[in-house]
């Protein structure tokens, strides 16, 4: 074994991204080979220090623009709208140092969550011609999209999968015998211990989270932001909580910040609601710890309250959510509650309620 490749990462704007990389890291320091990660937005890497743990490279190569293969690349983006061939040929000039008998891991958790996955079919393609071993590392997948042909022969050609729950490892181990149970890498991402500002050292909090992606999914619409309202509006008034505002994605086209700096401008004339600036995921992790409740959109913001011990709800829009839930506590009700489900306004304030009332024995199973 050459090296270890990481590849199918979005970029460490999504910290949830970024967590799979620092503790996929610390997992493998031990294995005495050379770790280097292939991804979208290497700038956003060298932002939030990945530059110093290992080698970032920009997962599209450099091309000549004379050669036939970018002719042919050209014509098919311009004339029949198929970016395919395009971003092979910069992806192939990319991995052109792989060799055979080197580890390439897919580490974007959840690329088999979703319908459009053609590009990371594509990257396996041109990994296993280079004579890689692949592993589909910490993955969640919708079962359903597991009866796709095209699904279920890209996942058979995985030398190894990891399943971060059990209701991916089981459907997975359907189509691929090499599939192990093992939790999400950033159940054991390290924590940086953040000085509490002093206006907030007296204080307990509830962490919030609330992402774009999930307003997205909501079927009523602005149901999901009534819900959170009025969550924040029964802690103001009826317990002495604080609420600490955690942003997990700052991604352009998908920024916690925007709903959450709504939020925050609605009720900071309470004195008791503060607004996290955007910081590394270990940074984030050690003020989620600090929380006494925590709830959450984002699957790797939840991660980082659960395995700090902290009783949690989380807000969620996929298998992902509900099977990691399951495999901690045994069941999902009360922990998760599905965005898609959200009728009434106090919906997620029940179950703050439940979290509330069964915070010691939550704490207890999480510990």
């Known amino acids: 074994m050459n090296k270890i490749y990481m590849y199918a990462h979005g970029g460490s704007g999504n910290h949830g991204c970024e967590a799979i990389v620092r503790s996929t890291l610390k997992i493998l320091n031990?294995?005495?080979?050379?770790?280097?990660?292939?991804?979208?937005?290497?700038?956003?890497?060298?932002?939030?220090?990945?530059?110093?743990?290992c080698n970032v490279m920009s997962e599209k190569g450099t091309y000549s623009k004379k050669s036939i293969e970018f002719a042919k690349a050209y014509w098919a983006l311009k004339v029949k709208k198929d970016y395919m061939p395009m971003d092979k040929m910069e992806y192939r000039h990319a991995i052109?140092?792989?060799?055979?008998?080197?580890?390439?891991?897919?580490?974007?958790?959840?690329?088999?969550?979703?319908?459009?996955?053609?590009?990371?079919?594509?990257?396996?393609?041109?990994?296993?011609?280079?004579?890689?071993?692949?592993?589909?590392?910490?993955?969640?997948?919708?079962?359903?999209?597991?009866?796709?042909?095209?699904?279920?022969?890209?996942?058979?050609?995985?030398?190894?999968?990891?399943?971060r729950e059990t209701i991916s490892y089981n459907a997975l181990r359907s189509v691929n015998p090499n599939t192990v149970l093992v939790a999400d890498p950033a159940f054991v991402l390290d924590k940086k211990e953040i000085p509490i500002p002093k206006v907030m050292e007296s204080q307990e909090f509830v962490g919030i989270n609330l992402s774009p992606m999930i307003v997205d999914n909501e079927s009523n619409n602005g149901i999901t932001v009534k819900n959170y309202e009025m969550l924040?509006?029964?802690?103001?008034?009826?317990?002495?909580?604080?609420?600490?505002?955690?942003?997990?994605?700052?991604?352009?086209?998908?920024?916690?910040?925007?709903?959450?700096?709504?939020?925050?401008?609605?009720?900071?004339?309470?004195?008791?609601?503060?607004?996290?600036?955007?910081?590394?995921?270990?940074?984030?992790?050690?003020y989620i710890a600090k929380c006494r409740f925590f709830i959450g959109a984002r699957t790797h913001s939840t991660i980082a309250a659960y395995s700090s011990c902290v009783p949690t709800l989380v807000v969620g829009y996929s298998v992902k959510a509900i099977g990691i839930a399951r495999d901690l506590f045994g069941i999902e009700d009360n922990y998760v509650i599905s965005v898609q489900s959200l009728e009434k306004e106090e919906d997620v304030l029940n179950h703050f309620r439940w979290l509330c009332d069964h915070e010691k024995e939550i704490k207890t199973k999480l510990e």
């Open 30 to 53: 031990d294995v005495n080979v050379k770790k280097e990660l292939f991804s979208t937005k290497p700038e956003e890497d060298q932002k939030y220090g990945i530059g110093n743990l």
């Open 96 to 163: 052109s140092k792989v060799q055979k008998g080197d580890i390439a891991l897919s580490i974007g958790g959840d690329n088999y969550c979703y319908a459009d996955n053609k590009r990371y079919t594509m990257l396996h393609d041109l990994f296993l011609e280079r004579g890689a071993k692949t592993v589909l590392w910490g993955c969640s997948v919708e079962p359903e999209l597991i009866k796709r042909p095209e699904i279920v022969n890209d996942l058979k050609r995985y030398s190894l999968i990891t399943a």
């Open 232 to 286: 924040i509006e029964h802690i103001l008034e009826k317990t002495d909580f604080s609420i600490m505002l955690v942003p997990h994605v700052v991604w352009e086209f998908s920024d916690d910040r925007i709903p959450l700096k709504n939020l925050y401008e609605k009720y900071k004339t309470s004195g008791r609601i503060v607004l996290l600036e955007d910081m590394s995921c270990e940074q984030l992790k050690g």
